[in-house]
Every structure is written in C-alpha cells, then in structure tokens.
C-alpha cells in the first residue's frame, strides 16, 4: 500500500484557493445535461466523484465538451436522454448514483446502475421505495435495498403525495427532488422523520432555481414541484469552492498559524461554510470576505458539546480539532457517518485512538478526550475514505510525525490536497 509520511509542523501559514465543491458539481452536470440550452459551467471540481459523472452522462448520449481548465459546455437533452440503453459504472459517487437513480427511472429506458463494492454496501432502498411509489420499475441485482440496480421503462403516476424517508441521507431527497420536473406533472414530497444534512437540500433547490424550476416547501417536510416546467439553462454558471475542504485549512489556520481560503465566503450557499461557526465556538479566529475565509492561531481551544446534524461532512474536522482542545468533545446527530464512504464514526474511533485519544463513540455521536501528549509516528488507515485522510493531516500541526496510508484516495473531491497541505504546513 502507498503510504504518506507528514513531517511534524509547527505553523501553517498562507493563502490557498479551493477545489470546486463535490455537492454542487454534480448537482450542476446533471441540471445542465437536463435543461434546455447550452450552459458553460467554469471553475467545475476535477475529482474521481465528477468524473464518474461526466462518463455517465456520456454515456447517456450527452454532448460534453471540455473548453478550458475546469470549464465545461454541456448541452441539454431538454429532459430526454438521447440513449435508452446503457451500463454506468459510478464508482463509490454517491452524488452521481443516487440523482441519476431518480432521473433515469423516469426516462423510459434500461440502464445498469453498479459501483465499486462499498457503493453496494450504502442504502438506497428508502429512495427506490419513493419512486415505485409512482410506478417506476427498479430491481435490486444484489442485496435488496443496495446498489447495483437494473431500471426499466415504466408507466408513471405521480397524482398522489410521494413519501420518502429523511433520516439516512438527504440525497435521496435530492434525487426525487431534481427528478420529478422530468414528468412534467404537479408532484407533491411528503418527508417521513427527520430530515437530516438540511443545507445540502438547500443547495439542491438554490441550484433548480439557477435552471428554473421553483419548488415551493412548507418547512422540510412537503415540497411541492409544479406542472408543466422545464429546466433551462441559466447560460453561464460559477461553481463555489468546496466549502467541506475549506474545514481542513480553516483548522490548520486555527491549530497553527493565519491561513487564508479563497473560494467560498459568508454567503456560500453550502451548509458546511457554519464549519467556522463551530470552530469559533471551540475558541478559533475567524474572519469572512466576499470570497474568502480567513482564519488565525488561538492561544487555547476548548472542547465543545455540538449537534452537527448541518454540518456532517465537516464535522469530521472537529473531531481532529478535539485532539488540540482542553476537555472532552461530543460531536451528535451524526448517524450519516455511518453510510458515507466508510463508517465513520467507526474509522474515526480507530484512528484517533492511534494516536493517544479516549474515544466513545455511539450509534449517532461520537466523543473525544485528547492525552496529554500526542503519540507519534501513528500509521492512519484512510478506508478509502477522503476526508479520512485529509482530517489526519492536521495531526502533524501538532508536532508530531504521521503516516498516511492510501492517501491517493483524497482523489474522489481533491486530488492534489496533499500538495496544497504541504505549501502551508511548516
């Protein structure tokens, strides 16, 4: 296995710009490939996760041209998918399985929708469920309730409310959500419990209403789509930087030194920008421009008890800080870790101990008491998991060498992070 060996730092200092965000991404090719129109789409994420993304709608029968360094020309299908057949290998993308899921089922073809082995490990029955709800035929090649899944033509009926469950992963809202215009008919989401990781469903009806499909809500729990609307091409887009990497150099600036992220600002549309919010409460300095996020050494951090149900993905950077900070730290309401690209709560309880911590961890929490003195030289398994191995580079801010295993794996949403960590890391 590949392995990273980090040198202990003491300081991070500097200005880095980010990676375009995963999240809106991939909710943008899909918009755009169905829409009407051209739309350019610049400052696009180059990662494994968009890159299953763009051979799937290739293989889709879409037009995409590539027109400059992270620019895009994706010309619409007008809601119709100019091929009826086809096998789409996603990956471990669930930004690109789950919407895809939905939008096929209402097009009338056969497709194959498979990925890697742990992408058939990660529910999606509670979304197919939802659409057999409306008649769409999808079958289980697996293990029922998880990928891979075979979809066929079928006749829909979406007259009646459409309920679907909210408490696994808001992706699944998402899908139905960016799906149902297709129909050209008034359709009605009605969300059973809790709807968790609620600013990613607030990406997902910013960017419909970029390609102009309004959806009406009362509270999170119904949604309404009207009739007879199409998506349109907004003609040129800006993807933000991903405000869930923006985390990792938010701490180290906190940990270590004064780092500046350019990309995404205060009024970022993405959930996980309140991750300086939360890094503030543990006693980080921060400071926001248009389009930027700025953030300072403190003298001392203190542990935090916090609900991270906003922020879930980044959440996982609080988790590293915890190891810096004065008392114990109790990260709630985080369940999803559990079916992201590994089992997070798990994978972080392995690690973090690795490197000294008392960990307890819960079906949806997680809690972290640092040592007095981090041990060094740790070997950290990533699990194919990015934000594994992103989250432990912070642990050589605190002076102590680590080693990161697979950390190609940063490749899903930021190929080149370790490269970008090592210019400010000191």
């Known amino acids: 296995m590949e392995q990273l060996h980090l040198p ?3 300081q991070a200092q500097g200005t880095i710009t980010l990676p375009g965000s995963k999240s809106i991404s991939n909710r943008t090719l899909l918009l755009a490939a169905l829409a009407d129109g051209v739309t350019i789409i610049r400052d696009l994420l180059a990662s494994d996760d968009t890159a299953r993304m763009l051979e799937a709608l290739t293989s889709l029968g879409l037009q995409l041209e590539n027109i400059g360094e992270n620019a895009w020309r994706v010309t619409g299908c007008g809601g119709n998918f100019p091929n009826k057949q086809a096998d789409l290998f996603l990956g471990n993308a669930g930004t690109a399985f789950r919407p895809l899921t939905a939008a096929l089922a209402f097009s009338e073809g056969e497709y194959h929708l498979h990925g890697v082995p742990r992408m058939h490990e990660r529910p999606i029955g509670d979304l197919v469920d939802a659409l057999k709800q409306v008649g769409a035929q999808i079958d289980y090649l697996g293990n029922p309730g998880y990928p891979p899944l075979q979809i066929s033509p079928a006749k829909l009926n979406v007259s009646q409310p459409i309920q679907i469950r909210g408490d696994v992963s808001s992706q699944f809202l998402t899908a139905l959500l960016m799906a149902l215009p297709l129909t050209g ?3 009605t989401i009605e969300v059973v419990g809790e709807l968790i990781s609620k600013p990613y469903i607030e990406i997902t009806l910013n ?3 970029r390609f102009g499909v309004s959806v009406k809500r009362e509270g999170w729990q119904r949604f309404y789509i009207p009739a007879a609307v199409r998506y349109q091409s907004p003609g040129e887009i800006y993807v933000e930087g ?3 990497s923006a985390s990792y150099f938010i701490a180290a600036g906190i940990l270590a030194g004064d780092v500046t992220v350019k990309g995404v600002g205060e009024r970022s549309i993405q959930g996980d920008i309140r991750f300086a919010e939360a890094a503030n409460l543990m006693g980080g300095r921060i400071s926001y421009g248009e389009n930027h996020v700025r953030a300072e050494k403190t ?3 203190k542990a935090i008890d916090l609900d991270c149900n ?5 959440a996982m950077t609080l988790g590293v800080m915890a190891m810096f900070a004065e008392g114990t730290t109790t990260l709630r309401n985080i369940a999803s870790w559990r079916v992201k690209e590994t089992d997070r709560i798990a994978a972080m309880a392995t690690e973090l101990r ?4 008392t960990v307890v961890e819960g079906a949806d929490f997680i809690q972290v008491t640092p040592p007095a003195q981090l041990t060094p030289n740790a070997v950290i398994d990533t699990y194919d ?4 191995a992103m989250c432990f580079s912070l642990i050589s801010l605190a002076g102590v060498p680590i080693t990161i295993n697979d950390p190609k794996c940063v490749g899903k949403t930021f190929p080149d992070y370790f490269n970008v960590f090592a210019s400010i890391a000191r």
């Open 8 to 10: 202990a730092a003491h």
């Open 185 to 187: 008919q008034a359709a």
């Open 207 to 209: 960017l419909m209403q």
């Open 242 to 244: 991903d405000a869930s």
């Open 299 to 301: 003298a001392a951090l």
């Open 310 to 314: 906003h922020i879930p993905d980044a």
């Open 354 to 357: 690795k490197v000294g911590a």
């Open 385 to 388: 998991d990015h934000r594994m």
